[in-house]
């Protein structure tokens, strides 16, 4: 009966599922919008004569804005009401996206992602934020998980909807389409966004509120593991979402249609297995096992068996190579799903939107440097194997700060 009441105490409330699903909504439109130029890349090459070195250049744009925003980002959630903070980034990224569509040559290109990075710097912080306030521990496993398919959904319905979209109409009526559509996101928002921790508060009614500073985070040992981790498992996957598409047509040799089919699976493949481990190891912590434990398999056996996508690169058959791709995405679920649950019990109430603002910011670094150094290699090399070389190593490291740098996932304790 006990192991029963604590499997039961998982369940969320009606009032959590719904404000759950509208962040799922959100990341999902999100990533829709992020990966948008990489399903367009065929036509930005033609349109604007762009090379592979341009092309990774201006993928990379978004992340020189978003990183350093981030921090920002993270100061904000912990300090103002975190639903409007979110509720004004979603406008920014969504505007930005509407103007993509009117975009007349790479400048302009360049500044409207610098203007989406800015914008979406707030979603993760603010997600965080809401999350520690409003879920146990033994829930937020699959609430992140599930934010987490969200954010695989996104390009995946971006490779899918945008390629056969744009294979019908061309590329500018996707970014009018998707960014005013999804403004009508913020109509729900107001109504069921959760309320009580909007803005934080002080235990002791009449008592400052004391946050830990950014520099006491940074003196953590556990903070720098969940940095360096994220670097490395960004770094794979910014390389998925903006370089992916272009592997299917130059390397596999897929059209603008089978790209869009074929090259959506590991994608949604990923969302399924990050939305199944989530619900795997919130019942696995409710059943009496360890969060540490837990958290710590699923992060570092997660990146690990990631490293099968070396396999795509080494076959020329490009039904295999998809397979492998897919197991990838399949063992990088685990990983993803169970990453911001880490972040949310060491940063705690208090600390996790700036620890997440400044963890995401550092672990975007590698957003500016994948894309631009993948494109980079492709033009001097005329391929991907060096690119796949580098991605698979840093899956390494990057299970080694999960598991080794990180002592124990705990709250961590703030000295006042």
């Known amino acids: 009966m006990a192991k029963s009441s604590r499997l039961e105490q998982v369940a969320l409330t009606k009032t959590q599922w719904i404000f759950l699903a509208l962040l799922v909504t959100s990341i999902c ?104 306030g409003n879920l146990q521990e033994h829930q937020r496993g699959f609430a992140n998980a599930a934010i987490d398919a969200g954010s695989k959904l996104g390009p995946a319905l971006g490779i899918l909807v945008g390629g056969l979209l744009m294979d019908q109409y061309g590329w500018r009526i996707f970014f009018f389409v998707i960014g005013t ?29 004391k946050l830990p500073s950014f520099g006491e985070i940074l003196s953590k040992r556990s903070a720098w593991g969940t940095f360096i981790g994220l670097f490395c498992g960004n770094y794979v996957w910014y390389f998925i979402i903006t370089w992916l598409p272009s592997y299917f047509r130059d390397a596999l040799h897929y059209s603008q249609r089978d790209m869009a ?21 919130d ?10 434990t837990v958290r710590k398999t699923f992060t570092g056996l ?36 169970n990453l911001w649950a880490i972040t949310q019990t060491l940063g705690g109430r208090l600390a996790a939107g700036r620890w997440t603002g400044l963890q995401n910011a550092f672990g975007n670094i590698s957003g500016m440097i994948a894309p631009w150094l993948t494109g980079w290699i492709v033009k001097e090399t005329g391929g ?17 700060a999960f598991t080794v740098i990180i002592p124990k996932v705990e709250p961590v304790q703030w000295r006042d």
């Open 283 to 292: 019942r696995l912590i409710a059943s009496g096992m360890s969060p540490n």
């Open 181 to 209: 559509l999804s403004l009508l996101w913020l109509i729900p928002w107001s109504i069921w966004a959760p309320k009580e921790v909007a803005k934080p508060t002080a235990a002791t009614p009449g008592v400052p509120l």
């Open 384 to 400: 991907f194997y060096v690119a796949f070389v580098i991605t698979t190593s840093l899956l390494i490291v990057g299970m080694l």
């Open 261 to 281: 089919i074929f090259g959506s699976a590991p994608l949604f493949v990923l969302a399924a297995s990050a939305l199944t481990s989530g619900w795997i190891s």
């Open 29 to 132: 439109i999100s990533y829709i919008d992020r990966g948008s130029l990489s399903v367009a890349d065929r036509y930005l090459q033609t349109e604007f004569h762009l090379n592979a070195e341009q092309r990774g250049r201006m993928y990379s744009a978004f992340f020189w804005s978003y990183a350093p925003a981030l921090v920002l980002a993270g100061w904000l959630v912990d300090r103002f009401n975190v639903n409007r903070v979110l509720g004004v980034g979603y406008v920014v990224w969504s505007v930005a996206t509407l103007l993509t569509g009117t975009a007349s040559g790479f400048t302009m290109l360049f500044a409207l992602r610098l203007l989406l990075g800015i914008g979406e710097s707030v979603a993760y912080p603010a997600y965080s934020k809401i999350l520690a």
């Open 302 to 337: 997660g990146l690990g068996l990631s490293t099968v996508m070396f396999g795509a690169v080494l076959t020329r058959d490009p039904f295999w190579s998809l397979i492998s791709l897919c197991a990838a995405c399949a063992a990088y679920g685990l990983y993803s799903s």
